[in-house]
């Protein structure tokens, strides 16, 4: 099954500096990958997400993420980081191909990034 | 616009009760889910539906129930037998249908406190 890693539970960094947040995922089948933020007492919402095509995938708030099919990783970065962006990071695989059954929405264990001025 | 509601946004409820947290959305989503959330804790799954009137449990379901009567709302019921049940709800929901491209939409969150 299509399952991801987050290898960073917290991340802190200053403001303006850049930052990475890291995701391994796994899986035999075809791969799609999202990354989701959440801000405090918020729901998460869609930063980007990769279905195919272009391996640098950009998304809102000036984050960007990459596709490395070769080391099975598609971690989320951003050049210089606001104060504004301290909140929890998600990284989800799509959904397997509908084969009937039941397909859970899964994400990762969330990466909190901590910005300081 | 078309999105999905939570409410409340804050419940209190006395031990020994139950409560339902409302979740509805006007996206045509055939799939619906719950979560709990903890803090400092990921997102954990206690039910979700892929169709009305079929639901199945998730990794931490005992405590819970659900019902799923209309495509649009996935009310969650927070029995008297969970244990520990202060914590931050969310609903979400995405297509069913469609291989790989799941986006999840997300409510804002219940946050629930037992006193």
């Known amino acids: 099954a299509q399952s991801v890693t987050q290898l960073d539970s917290q991340v802190p960094v200053f403001e303006e500096a850049p930052v990475e947040l890291r995701c391994n995922y796994s899986?035999?089948?075809?791969?799609?990958l999202f990354w989701y933020v959440q801000y405090p007492n918020q729901g998460l919402q869609l930063l980007l997400k990769?279905?195919?095509?272009?391996?640098l995938v950009k998304g809102i708030n000036g984050f960007e993420a990459e596709f490395n099919k070769s080391q099975t990783s598609f971690h989320l970065r951003k050049p210089s980081v606001h104060i504004s962006d301290t909140a929890e990071y998600f990284c989800?695989?799509?959904?397997?191909?509908?084969?009937?059954?039941?397909?859970?929405?899964?994400f990762g264990a969330g990466t909190r990034l901590a910005v300081h001025p | 616009d078309g999105g999905i509601t939570q409410s409340p946004k804050y419940l209190f409820r006395k031990e020994g009760q139950n409560v339902t947290l409302s979740c509805e959305q006007n996206?045509?989503?055939?799939?619906m889910y719950w979560y709990r959330q903890d803090p400092g804790q990921g997102l954990r799954l206690i039910y979700y539906?892929?169709?009305?009137?079929?639901?199945q449990k998730g990794d931490i379901a005992e405590g819970y129930s659900v019902s799923r009567e209309k495509k649009e709302s996935f009310p969650l019921t927070v029995t008297s037998a969970q244990k520990n049940p202060t914590a931050f709800y969310l609903c979400?929901?995405?297509?069913?249908?469609?291989?790989?491209?799941?986006?999840?939409?997300f409510g804002q969150g219940t946050r629930l406190t037992v006193v």
């Open positions: 979400a929901s995405s297509l069913y249908r469609v291989e790989g491209n799941t986006e999840a939409f």
């Open positions: 899986s035999s089948v075809s791969v799609y």
């Open positions: 990769y279905l195919s095509g272009s391996t």
């Open positions: 989800a695989p799509g959904r397997l191909p509908f084969r009937g059954g039941y397909n859970k929405l899964i």
């Open positions: 996206l045509n989503h055939d799939a």
């Open positions: 539906s892929q169709i009305v009137n079929d639901f």
